[in-house]
T-cell receptor, first 111, second 110 residues
């Protein structure tokens, strides 16, 4: 167990809807990163938050947004869902030495 | 060209075999190198974390980094059926985004 939890485990949305995914980081880890993993692919970096500020962003459009809270929990919001957004969404919290530990993921299906 | 190349397999070996998994990369700024194991429909699990050329051993696992050749490897000794999973290599420049390979699907047959 990594101590990183995510909710929900699985959800189904319709194209055009909005979704919020949640992550609870391991205690003491003040950096959280979000990744998108399409079926059969490696995870792709979406963005990272450090002390509630965005600290790097991958090649994802602005409809992907995030928040980090003072207790180091985090949210990923996706607006105007598209079919290609169907994927496993992973959050990872970082130790002070930089190791990233992943949660179990949220599987999003867009129909 | 992808920054990180990894043969997706699938790779099938008999129980007890030595498994060799490899990745190559093109970005010389990568300083930290990781191997993750991912079981079906689960999150990746960190196996090895290294930041220099050379070997690092942990139980049945050995990670090898050759920065001059931009090549990393993971060796699994005495492979077990429970090692059947997808193995992902990952790299980063410094404390930020991880860049992953595509993953190699490994099956260890009893």
């Amino acid at each position: 167990e990594t101590g990183v939890t995510q909710s929900p485990t699985h959800l189904i949305k319709t194209r055009g809807q909005q979704v919020t995914l949640r992550c609870s980081s391991q205690s003491g880890h003040n950096t959280v990163s979000w990744y998108q993993q399409a079926l059969g692919q490696g995870p792709q970096f979406i963005f990272q938050y450090y002390r509630e500020e965005e600290n790097g962003r991958g090649n994802f459009p602005p409809r992907f947004s995030g928040l980090q809270f003072p207790n180091y929990s985090s949210e990923l919001n996706v607006n105007a869902l598209e079919l290609d957004d169907s994927a496993l969404y992973l959050c990872a919290s970082s130790t002070p030495s930089g190791e990233q530990y992943f949660g179990p993921g949220t599987r999003l299906t867009v129909t | 060209q992808k920054e990180v190349e990894q043969d997706p397999g699938p790779l099938s070996v008999p129980e007890g075999a030595i498994v060799s998994l490899n990745c190559t990369y093109s970005n010389s700024a990568f300083q930290y190198f990781m191997w993750y194991r991912q079981y079906s429909r689960k999150g990746p699990e960190l196996l090895m974390y290294t930041y220099s050329s050379g070997n690092k051993e942990d139980g049945r696992f050995t990670a090898q980094v050759d920065k001059s050749s931009k090549y990393i490897s993971l060796f699994i000794r005495d492979s077990q059926p429970s090692d059947s999973a997808t193995y992902l290599c990952a790299m980063e420049t410094s404390g930020s985004r991880l860049t992953f390979g595509e993953g190699t699907q490994l099956t260890v047959n009893p």
